[in-house]
């Protein structure tokens, strides 16, 4: 596994499967103009890798040219293909033979179909080492291609990710593990502690507790954890600025999670918002909130027994018990509703065996 930037990339091709293809398009491109002199046109910046190797292959005369498109911002295609380099001028009446790295929707090449009809080359032909073909859309023949791929995002041997990986010898392919992001709602003494634990052994999650976050780097005094303590000493609430940039810090640390269980955050609609915003950034999301739900009696009686274990005052007495139920109720109400309003809310009774609530969380996340 490789890093480039924010993103994890996974083996994908050797430098043999490469060389393979290469000369696969390199061998029927010469069985076809072997008594003829084509211009190749290699398309920049991703395909001079390709381009290099294929010349290396081919072994009769031809020329080489280049031209330069633009369409990639980060992982995605802008749908806007900018000409950056014009097409040679000295083409009219030759055959010319685009190089191309890869194939996919066919809006680049549309836009190299469209630059070459203005010109007086007596053809041109189409010639990709990678061919994603089960999303290309054009109306344009491939005349060769060394090598069909699917449709998942690759870098290296010319190819990149925001600039970077072009100059690695193998392919890799974004690593795209289908992740679950859950926030865990309950009011204490529900089991969200106990059961969160189940959850990320059974689907291979990453529990984030908000307060074991904010100890930690008070704790080790991490730049945050000394930021936060500052709020806090002057009894200040903790922005949430700040308590997002450590959950970033806490996602970012675990690139190998399936996913995370958020505890404890988001407390307001607002922290709801910043979530969405950090995880959309990250090209994440949050796949379902789920509030374990207990009759308020049956807690109590719940706290009181942990209290005498614990020794935690706040599980000790009732009356600060209740305090803090109604502290609950009042900020997941509008949380509810927010995400309610995405389809994303979901209740499962908390009473029962642990097993048994363990079983009617996973029919929630199997459903997903």
Known sequence: MIKLHDKYFKPFLSEDEIRIAVKRVADAVAADYKDKTPIFVGVL?????????????????????????????????????????EAPENIEGRTVIILEDIIDTGRTLQELVHMFSHTNAKEFKIASLFYKSEVYNGEYAIDYFGMEIPDKFIVGYGL????????????YQL?????????LFGKPGAGKGTQAQFLKEKYGLRHISTGDVFRHNIKEGT???????????KGDLVPDEVTIKMLQDEVEQHPEARG??????????AQAEALDNFLESKEMGIDATIALEANDEILIQRLLERGKVSGR????????????????????????????????????????GISEVTRRLGEVIDGL
């Not at 690593?175 to 926030?183: A, R, S, T």
């Not at 730049?223 to 000493?233: C, R, T, V, W």
């Open 45 to 85: 910046n991703g395909a001079f890798m390709f381009v290099s190797d294929f010349l290396k292959q081919y072994p009769y005369p031809c020329e080489v040219s280049f031209v330069k498109l633009g369409s990639y911002k980060g992982l995605t295609s802008t749908g806007i293909v900018e000409t950056l380099l």
């Open 160 to 171: 990149d990710y925001k600039e970077q990986g072009r100059n690695l010898k193998e392919v």
């Open 175 to 183: 690593n795209q593990n289908h992740m679950i992001n859950l926030v």
């Open 223 to 233: 730049e945050l954890g000394k930021l936060a303590q500052s709020y806090i000493n």
């Open 260 to 269: 995370f269980i958020f505890d404890g955050f988001p407390r307001t609609t």
């Open 313 to 352: 005052a706040d599980d000790q007495d009732e009356a600060k018990i209740r305090n803090r139920f109604d502290e609950y109720n009042e900020k997941t109400a509008p949380l509810k509703e927010y995400y309610e309003n995405q389809r994303k809310f979901h209740s499962v009774n908390g009473i029962g």
